[in-house]
């Protein structure tokens, strides 16, 4: 079956560091892969997603490459914000989704 | 963007009570809604998935004599936890599947959480 496996956080940093969550992936074909984002008190938020090899999704400033050779999906961001402070899902599907266990990622200003 | 919502965001109940959770997408239609399950410190575990005018589809583990699904319409899921016991005690998800330009997307809820004492 699927599974997400997701780097332990909690991550602090300051503000403008760069941010890099790990995420690797077990799955049977190649299902679309997505960073999924929480900040306190909110529902989840699809952050970006890729559908297929090579694809690289990005937003806000994130980025994530689906590695098909490396089985990753690699959440990286340049210079974060304290507004990034939040919880970060990986998760992986095309129907039913499966997720890692979140990230808590937290910017001092 | 879409919205989907819950409610209540909390509920604290006895043991041996029945607590409903209503998912609701606010300005789309979901023809398949999602529920998951997420304890602390977890990923989150889906539940059933939900589809408007069918029974639902729960995974493997899940009793579904325990938590009954109804998914009436194309805007509302309900999750009923029956005659809940403090290991019933979570954090429940909900997610609705809509259209984001020519996309399918997963939309999620807040968020209930439930205690039961």
């Known amino acids: 079956g699927n599974s997400v496996t997701q780097m332990e956080g909690p991550v602090t940093l300051s503000e403008e560091a760069f941010l890099t969550i790990n995420c690797t992936y077990t799955?049977?074909?190649?299902?679309?892969l997505f960073w999924y984002v929480q900040y306190p008190g909110e529902g989840l938020q699809l952050l970006l997603k890729?559908?297929?090899?090579?694809d690289k999704g990005s937003n806000k400033g994130f980025e994530a490459t689906y590695r098909k050779e490396t089985t990753s999906f690699h959440l990286e961001k340049g210079s974060v914000q304290v507004s990034d402070s939040a919880v970060y899902f990986c998760a992986l599907g095309d129907y039913k989704l499966s997720f890692g266990a979140g990230t808590t990622v937290t910017v001092r200003a | 963007g879409a919205v989907v919502s819950q409610h209540p965001s909390w509920v604290i109940c006895k043991s041996g009570t029945s607590v409903k959770i209503e998912c609701r997408s606010l300005d789309f239609q979901a023809t398949t809604m999602f529920w998951y399950r997420q304890f602390p410190k977890q990923s989150l575990m889906l539940m059933a998935t939900?589809?408007?005018?069918?029974?639902?589809?729960?995974e493997q583990g899940v009793e579904k004599d325990k938590f009954l699904i109804n998914h009436a319409s194309l805007t509302l899921s309900t999750l009923t936890v029956t005659s809940a016991h403090p290991e019933d005690s979570s954090f429940y998800i909900c997610?609705?599947?809509?259209?984001?330009?020519?996309?399918?997307?997963?939309?999620f809820g807040p968020g209930t959480r439930l205690l039961v004492l």
């Open positions: 939900s589809n408007e005018g069918s029974k639902a589809t729960y």
């Open positions: 890729a559908t297929k090899a090579d």
């Open positions: 799955a049977t074909g190649y299902p679309s």
């Open positions: 997610s609705a599947k809509g259209l984001a330009g020519d996309q399918e997307t997963q939309y």
